[in-house]
C-alpha cells in the first residue's frame, strides 16, 4: 500500500479518452524534439560511437565482440550496436534509436512509480512521465548527443519500481543489468545497501545483482572474449580522466590543484566513501530506531533514498563527468512529483547546473549560461534540500494506517485494507 494512503483524499477518476489523447501528444512532441536534433553529430558520436559501430560492421557484427577492446564500454551495449549492424538503418538513427526507446521506458516507470505514491491523483503519475520526459537532460542526452544514459537509468527507475512493489531479486537483477551497462549505476549502491540493512530488501537477493552481470557477459564469453578483459572493464575506465572535475557541477569546481592531481584524487574518493557511509548509516540509524524490518520504510522515502543516494554520490566524487548526474536529474523530477510542496523546486535547480554543464561540453548547441561553479552551486542548493526533506521525512516516525476500504454491496463481511 502506498505511504500516503491515509493522508490522499479517495482516488479520483480520470477520462481514459482524455488521457490517452494527452499520451499521445505528450510523446508526439517529445519524438518530435528528438527528431528535430536527430542530424546532429556530436563529439562523442563521431570520435568514440560511430568508429565503434564501423568496427562491428566490419568484422562480421556479433562476431566482432570476440574481441571487444575496441571499445572501452561492457560489452552489453556493444550487443546493441551489433544488432544495428544487421538492421537496414543509418549508424546515427539507430544509435540514438537506443536511447530513445529507453526514455520512453524510463518515462513509463516514473508514470507506475508516482501513480502509486499518489493514488488519489490520477494525473500525477502522467504529469511524472511527461516531465521526465521533457527534461532538457534527457532530450539532449538522446536526441543530440546519442548517449545510452537512459539505457542504464531505465534500469534503475525500473528497480526502484521492484522494490516499491516488494519485488527484490527482480529489483536487485534490473540493478545488476544496469551496472552491466554503465559503471555509474554504482552511485545507487548505497540506496540499496540501506534497503538491505533495513529489511526491506533480503541480503541473500544481493545475489541477483552480479548473476544479471555475469549473465549479460556470457554472449561475449560464448564468442571467445577475454573473462578478465570483461571483468576489469571497469578498472580500466576509471583510470582513463585526470581531471578533477570533467565539466560536471560537483564539489571539485571548487577547487583547484595544479599540477599532479592524482593525490587529490584518490583522497576525493576516501573522504566521497567516508561521507556516503556516514549518510547510509544516519538513514538506516533513523528508520530502524522507530521500526524494525524496514516497515518504517515507506514508499515515499524509498524514493526519496534513491534520489538523495543519486545526487549525493557525483557531487562528492572526483573525475565525474556532466552526463554522471542523469540519474540525479530523473529521481529528484520523480521526488517531486511524491512531495510537491516540498521539492518543487528541487529539479529545477537540478537541471539549472546539470543542462548548464552539458552546454559547457556541447558549446556548439547553445552557449553556457553560467560558469562551471555556479553550476557546482546551485546542485548543491539541491542536494542540501533534498537532504534536509529526506532527513525530515525520516524522522516522523510511522504514518497511520490507512483507512479501511467501505465494503461494496455483494460482500457479506467488511475487509480491512491491505496493508
Same mark, same amino acid.
Not at 542530424?39 to 560511430?50: C, K, M, Q, T, V
Not at 543530440?144 to 548517449?147: E, L, P, S, T, V
Given at each position: 500500500?502506498p505511504?500516503?494512503?491515509?493522508?490522499?483524499?479517495?482516488?479520483?477518476?480520470?477520462?481514459?479518452?482524455?488521457?490517452? @489523447?494527452?499520451?499521445?501528444?505528450?510523446?508526439?512532441?517529445?519524438?518530435?524534439? *528528438?527528431?528535430? @536534433?536527430l542530424?546532429?553529430?556530436?563529439?562523442?558520436?563521431?570520435?568514440?560511437?560511430?568508429p565503434?559501430?564501423?568496427?562491428?560492421?566490419?568484422?562480421?557484427?556479433?562476431?566482432?565482440l570476440?574481441?571487444?577492446?575496441f571499445?572501452?564500454?561492457?560489452?552489453p $551495449?556493444?550487443y546493441?550496436?551489433?544488432?544495428?549492424?544487421?538492421?537496414?538503418?543509418?549508424?546515427?538513427?539507430?544509435?540514438?534509436?537506443?536511447s530513445?526507446?529507453?526514455?520512453?521506458?524510463?518515462?513509463?516507470y516514473?508514470?507506475?512509480?508516482?501513480?502509486?505514491?499518489?493514488?488519489?491523483?490520477?494525473?500525477?503519475g502522467?504529469?511524472?512521465?511527461?516531465?521526465?520526459?521533457?527534461l532538457?537532460?534527457?532530450?539532449?542526452?538522446?536526441g543530440?548527443?546519442?548517449?545510452c544514459?537512459?539505457?542504464y537509468a531505465?534500469?534503475l527507475?525500473? !528497480?526502484?519500481h521492484q522494490?516499491?512493489c516488494?519485488?527484490?531479486?527482480?529489483?536487485?537483477? #534490473?540493478? !545488476?543489468i544496469?551496472?552491466? =551497462?554503465? #559503471?555509474?549505476?554504482?552511485?545507487l549502491?548505497? #540506496?540499496?545497501?540501506?534497503?538491505?540493512?533495513? +529489511?526491506?530488501?533480503?541480503?541473500?537477493?544481493?545475489?541477483?545483482?552480479?548473476?544479471? $552481470?555475469?549473465?549479460?557477459?556470457a554472449?561475449?564469453l560464448a @564468442?571467445?572474449?577475454d573473462?578478465?578483459?570483461?571483468?576489469?572493464?571497469?578498472?580500466?575506465?576509471?583510470n582513463? $580522466?585526470?581531471?578533477?572535475?570533467?565539466?560536471?557541477?560537483?564539489?571539485?569546481? =571548487?577547487v583547484?590543484?595544479?599540477?599532479?592531481?592524482d593525490?587529490?584524487r +584518490?583522497?576525493?574518493v576516501?573522504?566521497? +566513501?567516508?561521507?556516503?557511509?556516514?549518510?547510509s548509516?544516519?538513514a538506516?540509524?533513523?528508520?530502524?530506531?522507530?521500526?524494525?524490518? +524496514?516497515?518504517?520504510?515507506?514508499?515515499?522515502?524509498? /524514493?526519496?533514498?534513491?534520489?538523495?543516494?543519486a545526487?549525493v554520490?557525483? =557531487?562528492?566524487?572526483?573525475?565525474m563527468?556532466?552526463?554522471y #548526474?542523469?540519474v540525479?536529474? /530523473?529521481?529528484?523530477?520523480?521526488?517531486?512529483?511524491?512531495?510537491?510542496?516540498?521539492?518543487?523546486?528541487?529539479p529545477? @535547480?537540478?537541471?539549472?547546473?546539470? =543542462? !548548464?554543464?552539458?552546454?559547457k561540453?556541447n558549446?556548439?548547441v547553445l552557449?553556457?549560461?553560467?560558469s562551471?561553479?555556479?553550476?557546482?552551486?546551485?546542485?548543491?542548493?539541491?542536494?542540501?534540500?533534498?537532504?534536509?526533506?529526506?532527513?525530515?521525512?525520516?524522522?516522523?516516525?510511522?504514518?497511520?494506517?490507512?483507512?479501511?476500504? *467501505?465494503?461494496?454491496?455483494?460482500?457479506?463481511?467488511?475487509?480491512?485494507?491491505?496493508?
Open positions: 500500500m505511504d500516503t494512503a491515509a493522508e490522499e483524499p479517495r482516488p479520483r477518476t480520470a477520462d481514459p479518452t482524455v488521457k490517452a @489523447l494527452a499520451a499521445y501528444t505528450v510523446v508526439a512532441v517529445a519524438l518530435a524534439a *528528438r527528431v528535430f @536534433l542530424p546532429g553529430e556530436s563529439a562523442d558520436y563521431r570520435i568514440f560511437l560511430r565503434w559501430y564501423q568496427h562491428i560492421a566490419g568484422h562480421g557484427g556479433f562476431a566482432a570476440a574481441d571487444p577492446g571499445s572501452d564500454y561492457n560489452v $551495449y556493444l546493441l550496436l551489433a544488432a544495428l549492424t544487421y538492421l537496414p538503418v543509418p549508424a546515427l538513427t539507430g544509435i540514438k534509436a537506443i530513445v526507446l529507453a526514455d520512453l521506458a524510463m518515462a513509463y516514473a508514470l507506475r512509480i508516482v501513480a502509486r505514491l499518489r493514488p488519489a491523483h490520477p494525473w500525477a502522467f504529469g511524472a512521465a511527461a516531465v521526465v520526459l521533457l532538457p537532460t534527457v532530450v539532449t542526452n538522446s543530440w548527443w546519442g548517449q544514459d537512459a539505457v531505465v534500469f527507475v525500473g !528497480g526502484i522494490v516499491l516488494h519485488r527484490p531479486w527482480w529489483a536487485c537483477a #534490473f540493478f !545488476g544496469a551496472l552491466a =551497462f554503465k #559503471f555509474q549505476a554504482v552511485f549502491f548505497p #540506496f540499496l545497501l540501506v534497503l538491505v540493512l533495513v +529489511g526491506r530488501v533480503p541480503w541473500r537477493s544481493l545475489l541477483a545483482v552480479p548473476a544479471a $552481470y555475469l549473465a549479460l557477459a554472449p561475449a @564468442l571467445g572474449a573473462p578478465w578483459r570483461l571483468l576489469t572493464v571497469y578498472a580500466r575506465q576509471t582513463t $580522466y585526470r581531471l578533477l572535475s570533467v565539466n560536471a557541477p560537483s564539489v571539485y569546481e =571548487f583547484s590543484v595544479p599540477g599532479d592531481t593525490a587529490v +584518490g583522497a576525493g576516501l573522504i566521497a +566513501g567516508a561521507l556516503v557511509v556516514l549518510l548509516a544516519a538506516v540509524w533513523s528508520l530502524r530506531r522507530a521500526r524494525p524490518g +524496514g516497515q518504517h520504510l515507506t514508499d515515499t522515502r524509498i /524514493v526519496l533514498l534513491a534520489a538523495c543516494s545526487t554520490v557525483p =557531487f562528492l566524487l572526483p573525475s563527468h556532466e552526463r #548526474f542523469y540525479a536529474d /530523473v529521481l529528484t523530477a520523480v521526488a517531486a512529483f511524491a512531495l510537491p510542496r516540498r521539492l518543487w523546486y528541487v529545477v @535547480l537540478v537541471q539549472l547546473a546539470s =543542462f !548548464g554543464s552539458y552546454l561540453c558549446s556548439a552557449a553556457p549560461y553560467l562551471m561553479p555556479a553550476h557546482g552551486a546551485l546542485m548543491l542548493l539541491a542536494l542540501l534540500a533534498l537532504v534536509r526533506t529526506t532527513t525530515r521525512e525520516l524522522r516522523r516516525g510511522p504514518q497511520a494506517p490507512a483507512v479501511p476500504a *467501505r465494503p461494496s454491496a455483494d460482500r457479506t463481511t467488511a475487509e480491512p485494507a491491505p496493508v
